[in-house]
């Protein structure tokens, strides 16, 4: 049975403890939360034999874990894993998206976790969603042939008024780090590497963070695109991905539910090919929410049993990092 | 051979909900309003619903206050609410955090219940107790229905459900049975993505599998049908003389509803739940589910370990 810790018992944290308990041979045996608030209320549903502890020192030391998972606010995210580091315990992580609150802690993320034997995984599930990977496997195989330009967008209603909780406070918060980094994510694995961006951002609601940003970028490969991210938009139940990809020879819109590619001339009779999720086999031991979470989830586990490296490394989430980083000093100013 | 017992209009197209396209369940909406919304629920009333299954989204207290007052509501038709709205509290978690939104919750509740949290003891050793919450919360809720309405049955969102089972807490789903039983003489009843997990873990946790509603999918491509559709069709036969109404029958609008018939006809279910966004859509699908003759196999007691 593998021991699982839990560090930070907000939603994702439950989350990943739900998927956690729901797979064989996996247990969450210890919780790590500072508020004793929560504590006292977790105590009351969670299983008996499940510890608690104030601070991620004691876990690791009095708890022979296989694997943390770690969701607590973005910024105790590198401080946790240089915790974990220096007990020279080699135990997998897992730590929610982003993986830091700037570049140059992703960099010290990865650097601080080369030490440390197990799998480093950050929790970009969009990459695990079938309706993502068939998008990139089309791009991959050519189907719009060289991608030319694309928009793409991440908006939300998640903040229509000014907000109180650490996602609007400087360093842990704004649009940038909360929303816009699985979009991030998914434009980096579709197109490659940024060779320079030009960027605006702007607060609508928060006092200390920004709201919106409009990016424009320029890959190495030569394409070009548009990233627009909002979390005050009104209308939108839940956030959703949009990307529009135009290619020499056709176009592709990606959406979370769905691929459509659109016909071009030589294909004028044609229909436009949607592929919806239901196409895809998406069952999983236990659904919570998307069954990508399970997958990802799943995933980090298979890792851990094959000694593999997974998609979403650590390496590859502090590229998430730095471009964040080179939009917001583009924009610095804007604000 | 017996018809649905159960034939229900869901509110997803009411609220923004689709499973086939977010962008799609945005436009829709664009169309509603709560005078639409209501003829929709008339039209599927007038054509063979039996009742309405709505989450207590903000919307729906402004339909269902409609419903009462065009008289839908003391006919033959039965509202099956779910609690709670997870959706909401989400947004309210990331914009004043898990204590904000505690907060939040408390002050919903009515003057009267405040008062009663105080007599009961300090605010926080309640606060700190979700079982004691939760109560609060679905009394409260349960409260701002109609008093005409006739209540199918209540039931608890798939968060809390699926929550409940991964991490065991048997409590939660005791207590919340226990609850509308006792304090609102109606059905309690479960809303679950992970059914067969569901139905194991009344039997591990000895919890009496009688008398209450499951909600889950069922459809023929096997869609949130979790872990497997063979095995959410195999755990059917093991509810007792429990209700299983099935979900997501057309897979979120991917397939047509002959298929969706042909499939859940021949299933040990007492009925299904729809979504449906116009009149017309109203009167095809509950005219076509009226009439399936479900084949529901006898129903038998599970073992009970006194």
Known sequence: ?????????????????????????????????????????????????????????????????????????????VPIIVEITNAQRDISLFVEKPLAESADSARLACETAANLHGVHMVGFQKRYSPIYRHAKKLIDEGAIGKPLYFTAHSYSSDLLREG??????????????????????????????????????????????????????????????????????RGYRVPEISIEIYGDKGNMLVEDDMVKLE????????????????????????????????????????????????????SEAAKVNVLIDRIKETASGTI | MTLFENILIGDNAFIGVSHLSNARARQTLQRLNVEKIVEVIRAASSNGA????????????????????????????????????????????????????????????????????????????????????????????????????KIGGVLLHEVITDLALSYRASNIVQSFIENIRNKWHATPGFVTRNFSRFVDFFEQMKLPFADLIVMTPFNRIGFQMTPSKQSCEASLSRVGNSKVIAMSIL??????????????????????????????HARQVFTKLRTIEGQRSKRTNLPQDD
């Open chain 2, 251 to 280: 897979a979120g609008g991917y397939l047509n509803l002959d298929e969706a018939a042909e499939y859940i006809r021949p299933l040990n279910l007492s009925g299904a739940v729809v979504g449906v966004s116009s009149v017309e």
């Open chain 1, 1 to 77: 049975m593998r021991k699982i810790g839990l560090v930070g018992l907000g939603k994702m944290g439950v989350l990943h403890g739900a998927i956690v308990n729901a797979l064989p041979d996996c247990r969450v045996s210890a919780v790590c939360e500072r508020e004793k608030f929560i504590v006292n209320m977790a105590k009351k549903v969670l299983p008996n034999d499940v510890s608690y502890y104030g601070d991620c020192a004691s876990m690791i030391e009095n708890e022979a874990l296989d694997a943390i998972f770690i969701a607590t606010s973005i910024r105790q995210h």
């Open chain 1, 164 to 233: 109180k909780s650490w996602r609007t406070k400087k360093g842990t918060g704004g649009v940038l780090l909360d929303l816009a980094p699985h979009l991030i994510d998914l434009i980096l694995w579709f197109f490659g590497d940024v060779k320079s961006v030009s960027a605006i951002t702007r607060s609508l609601y928060s006092r200390e963070v920004e709201d919106l940003a409009n990016a424009s970028l320029v890959f190495e490969s030569g394409l070009t695109g548009q990233m627009n991210t909002c979390w005050s938009i």
């Open chain 1, 263 to 314: 016909p071009t001339e030589s294909t004028v009779n044609q229909e436009p090919q949607v592929v919806y999720k239901q196409t895809f086999d998406t069952q999983v031991p236990f659904l919570m929410d998307q069954p990508e979470y399970t997958q990802e989830d799943m995933t980090f586990f298979d890792c851990i049993n094959r000694g593999s490296k997974p998609a979403t490394s650590f």
């Open chain 2, 50 to 149: 039996t009742g309405y299954s709505f989450t207590v989204h903000p919307t729906n207290s402004q339909i269902l206050a409609k419903l009462d007052s065009s008289g839908v509501l003391a006919q033959d038709f039965s509202l099956y609410p779910i609690l709670p709205y997870a959706a909401g509290y989400v947004r309210t978690m990331n914009e004043k955090g898990l204590l904000g939104t505690l907060g939040e919750l408390l002050n919903q509740v009515s003057m009267v219940d405040r008062a009663k949290l105080l007599v009961r003891g300090a605010a926080t050793s309640v606060a700190e107790d979700p079982i004691g919450l939760m109560k609060i919360y679905l009394d409260y809720e349960i409260s701002r229905i109609p008093k005409r309405a």
